[in-house]
């Protein structure tokens, strides 16, 4: 099956940690998204990458870090810099400027 | 600033109903424009898409229909479904790769 992968559906931390989540796409698409998502709310863009090792801050980047070191993952830290951390984080991928293709999301509580 | 807006937070229609979901957009810029549907808990799925170049687009059930004069966007569901209730968001490319800008969505409840 193609599609976007996201772990885990569900992640609790304690304040101060560091915690990665995780998205894995085998659709051959250049691009990949990070969103975040809070509750009666849209999408807001966390990071992008349009290509391997190269990525770029969205509207949101304070307190969120990633790498794109191979074209089918694009993993995101949220720090312990990030004030408000707890929230449903949507990744998605395309081909070029096309429609974007989102995982099932990872729901993050951090108290 | 830019944004995506919808003009209605929530709408509720009855089963066999058609809907019609607005969406009013601000950037003439804008070439690209996209329809997604998020059921409670998982993510956005693909609904229909449009181009500038176009005003309407038909897809199974569901039509787009772009008005650039007044930037608004709007989907348009028919024989409304129970299967069909979500959030509905609209959302814009404003020609700078694959960034989109979403709107906040709009709740379509279904009433059997």
């Known amino acids: 099956d193609g599609g976007i992968t996201q772990s885990p559906k569900y992640l609790f931390r304690k304040e101060g940690q560091n915690v990665t989540l995780s998205c894995e796409q085998n659709l051959n698409h250049d691009a990949m998204y990070w969103y975040r998502q809070d509750p009666g709310q849209g999408l807001r863009l966390i990071y992008y990458s349009q290509i391997v090792n190269d990525f770029q801050k969205g509207d949101i980047a304070e307190g969120y870090s990633v790498s794109r070191e191979k074209k089918e993952s694009f993993p995101l830290t949220v720090t312990s810099a990030q004030k408000n951390p707890t929230a449903f984080y949507l990744c998605a991928s395309s081909r070029g400027t096309n429609e974007q293709y989102f995982g099932p999301g990872t729901r993050l509580t951090v108290t | 600033g830019e944004s995506v807006g919808l003009h209605l937070p929530t709408l509720s229609v009855q089963e066999g109903d058609n809907s019609i979901i607005n969406c009013a957009y601000s950037?003439?810029?804008?070439?690209?424009f996209i329809w997604y549907k998020q059921e409670s808990g998982k993510g956005p799925q693909f609904i229909i898409d449009?181009?500038?170049?176009?005003d309407k687009r038909q897809g199974q059930r569901v039509t787009v229909l772009l008005n650039k004069t007044v930037k608004h966007l709007s989907l348009q569901i028919a024989a409304t479904q129970p299967g069909d209730s979500a959030v509905y968001f609209c959302?814009?490319?404003?020609?700078?790769?694959?960034?989109?800008?979403f709107g906040q969505g709009t709740e379509l409840s279904v009433k059997p």
């Open positions: 950037n003439s810029a804008s070439d690209y």
């Open positions: 959302a814009e490319n404003k020609n700078q790769g694959g960034k989109l800008i």
């Open positions: 449009i181009r500038s170049n176009m």
